[in-house]
């Protein structure tokens, strides 16, 4: 019933002789379930929906049954409706060795804890948040800081390896014995466990403290209560605070310990510590504690974070030290990216200048290391013949300065009431010293890459994802020196299959051309091959090289196709064939014979005929000895086929796939005569699958694409 019901459906449609409507029917996918249901996607919905009442009327008078019009939605090719995939790729070197878009979150407050703690306590406090933040996303993107009733099981190893192994696991176990992180994090009570008998200690659980303030900030917060009147009206008081600008309340931009020994405060403490202190004798209530809560979200602002890409604390802190580097952040976090005028920030005026920076990162000797931009030319010369002893001292201050430079630089100074101010630039991140020389001879390698690599063999390894896979896994298993085609596939990497023999060759070109190149750099021990292929497995899709992109229309031409732009515009081509092009792969002598007998019509449409015949295992060399040996001629469908012009047959062939794919019956109803000796030739061939198959081997036998 469903197939001849919609045979007979479709041939009355096609009867009106509405192109319109059947090229719309021609996209839908057409089934019965009981009823007849056409599926159709939202770009041809709305234009069938004018046909409904008309196909409708057609299906009940046919067949008594009713017409079902559904929208199918549709999702990009190759994907479904709940993921998708991204390939994450650069826009150039840089990009792809600082990978800008692999950030990690400082908690802006944590750098207020320097002062007070030192800087690698503050590290430390930054990869445990970090942590946290990834344990804690099972919970949901509302979670932007870690619970306290949460538990992250931390491997030391793998957090000392985020901050770049710039300290040692001796020395982040001697920071918790020395209870410097105990204003982030304390120890809860140990437990204990029996295991084959014996009694076993567990690994130290540390309780999460939560937002706590400096000590600083809490005796400032405490002043400011007491002086704004907190005993008489706590209520008016403390949302006076929640409204007003931090730095009437705190010191900025850091707070320093304070050398007073009166001071009530010497430990971090919470909001509701410090308020309750103010308020004694009296006690909170709920209304006082719930402005509590409130208050400290408007001093310690936890979503307040300095964003930092990684490759700065894997690559760059390991060269700073953690004291300058730590310097860097608090200096970073005073500058600002203004989006909504355009006009960043990145100076700023230290108050007190020297001391002020000594009292910051807790060290005399290191803000010293901050060089100026114009060095004074006042004061004695260095001398050039230095005292062998001295050297080595001179020329390590001088390695510190630059390295320095490169991220802090003194650019002038002013007198003020706090003393001499230093004003201060800050740079962006930047690469490293061995990263920028991996980033200038990759650069020369693409723009001017060595003989034989051309080009044209980057852009086709740019475009060929097994050549990518391939060459990774070489550089993974060879770091130190590519290896060529015939060793892998010893060594058990790949099988002689992977490749054709030109691809092999080629291959091979590109591995002597990476050694040729990058050698120098390797064997310095600045990069290893792994990162070089997997800087230009990240580049495939940058301008540098010769994208293949995906046409957004294709016309047939000359037996093959062409592309056009988004404008449509497209050459005009010539209609008939390209018999050239068509015998291309025959013999040299054979394709003559052909051409001085003038068969070659006669040699298409053996050609297509046997293409079509599943019984014909070469149609190409069928074609060429029935042309040549025998004198019976090719049978009419093929002969009426091959006179068709080029753009017509491709034409047929494409819609006849397409309906065959949308499981149609009966051949192309507006192709005429063509699509009926089309199905005359396939009419031995009764399954669908097996049709589909000898059209595209006619497809390829012709050089079309359909």
């Known amino acids: 019933m469903k197939e001849n019901g919609w045979t007979e459906i479709l041939e009355s449609l096609a009867g009106l002789e509405n ?34 009442p008309l196909i409708e009327t057609l299906v009940q008078d046919k067949t008594g049954k009713h017409l079902l019009l559904n929208l199918e939605k549709s999702v990009p090719t190759g994907t479904d409706s709940t993921s998708i995939q991204v390939e994450i790729a650069a826009a150039n070197v840089t990009d792809a060795i600082l990978k800008p878009d692999s950030i990690a979150a400082v908690p802006s407050y944590l750098l207020r804890f320097v002062p007070y703690f030192g800087s690698s306590a503050v590290l430390i406090a930054t990869a445990l948040r970090q942590a946290f933040y990834r344990a804690s996303r099972e919970h949901g993107a509302d979670q932007l800081y870690p619970r306290q009733d949460d538990r992250v099981t931390i491997n030391v190893q793998s957090l000392l390896k985020t901050l770049g192994n710039v300290f040692s696991r001796a020395k982040f176990f001697r920071i918790f014995q020395q209870g410097d992180m105990d204003w982030f994090v304390q120890r809860a009570e140990p437990k204990h466990r029996v295991a084959n008998g014996r009694i076993q200690r567990e690994p130290n659980t540390y309780l999460y ?18 002086a704004e009147g907190i005993l008489l009206d706590p209520l008016a008081v403390l949302s006076k605070a929640i409204t007003i600008p931090r730095d009437q309340i705190l010191t900025f931009p850091y707070r320093l310990p304070s050398e007073n020994e009166s001071a009530l405060f010497t430990e971090p403490a919470s909001v509701h510590q410090v308020v309750s202190r103010a308020l004694a004798p009296k006690t909170l209530d709920p209304t006082l504690a719930g402005l ?37 952040l608090m200096c970073k976090s005073c500058c600002y990216v203004d989006w909504a005028r355009g006009k960043d920030r990145n100076t700023f005026w230290v108050p007190g200048g020297l001391p002020t920076l ?51 630089c003194r650019l002038d100074t002013r007198s003020s009431e706090n003393g001499t101010d230093w004003q201060l630039k800050v740079s962006d991140v930047q690469l490293t010293a061995a990263d920028e020389s991996l980033k200038q001879a990759l650069y020369a390698f693409l723009f001017a890459p060595p003989d034989p690599v051309s080009p044209e063999l980057l852009s086709d390894y740019a475009s060929n994802e097994q050549w990518q896979r391939l060459l990774l896994r070489n550089a993974e298993a060879n770091p130190l020196q590519l290896c060529h085609f015939e060793t ?8 002689n299959e992977t490749l054709t023999p030109e691809q092999i060759c080629h291959f091979d070109t590109l591995v002597d051309g990476l050694n040729y190149y990058f050698e120098t750099l390797v064997e310095a021990e600045i990069c290893q091959f792994d ?29 093959g196709w062409i592309f056009e732009n988004f404008d449509g515009s497209s050459e005009n081509s010539e209609k008939d064939w390209d018999y050239e ?46 042309t040549l040996e025998n004198q019976q001629h090719p049978v009419p469908p093929a002969v009426l086929l091959a006179e068709l012009p080029a753009d017509e047959l491709s034409k047929l062939l494409k819609k006849t796939i397409s309906r065959i794919k949308q499981n149609y019956l009966g051949p192309v109803m507006n192709n005429g005569a063509a699509s009926e000796d089309l199905e005359s030739l396939l009419q031995s061939t009764p399954d669908r699958q097996q049709r589909l198959k000898l059209l595209r081997r006619l497809v390829d036998a012709l050089g079309l694409e359909a």
């Open 19 to 52: 192109d319109q409507l059947q090229g719309l029917l021609d996209s839908c996918n057409l089934s019965y379930d009981g009823n007849f249901i056409i599926k159709a996607e939202e770009s041809v919905y709305s234009s069938l929906c004018q046909y409904y």
């Open 209 to 226: 403290r939560g937002l706590v303030l400096t000590p600083g900030d809490a005796q400032d917060l405490y002043e400011w209560l007491l």
């Open 292 to 328: 509590c809560d409130r208050l400290a979200s408007h001093l310690i602002r936890p979503e307040s974070f300095l964003a930092v890409p990684w490759y700065w604390f894997q690559r760059v802190l390991p060269e700073l030290g953690d004291d300058l580097g730590v310097l860097y």
């Open 358 to 408: 000594q009292g910051w990162i807790r060290s005399e000797t290191l803000p010293k290391r901050i060089p100026l931009s114009k060095p004074s030319k006042r004061g004695r010369p260095k001398s050039n013949q230095v005292n062998p002893d001295s050297a080595y001292t001179r020329q390590w201050r001088q390695s510190n300065r630059d390295l320095a430079s490169q991220y802090l």
């Open 488 to 495: 892998l596939v010893k060594a058990g990497i790949c099988q």
């Open 531 to 559: 990162t070089i292929i997997n800087i230009l497995n990240k580049l495939k899709y940058a301008p540098f090289f010769k994208q293949k992109i995906i046409p957004t229309k294709i016309t047939p031409q000359l037996g």
């Open 581 to 626: 092009k068509l015998m291309g792969g025959i013999n040299l002598g054979l394709r003559n014979k052909i051409q001085k007998l003038g068969a070659e019509k006669k040699f298409l449409a053996w050609l297509i005929a046997g293409s079509l015949n599943a019984d014909i295992h070469s149609p190409l060399s069928f074609a060429i000895a029935v």
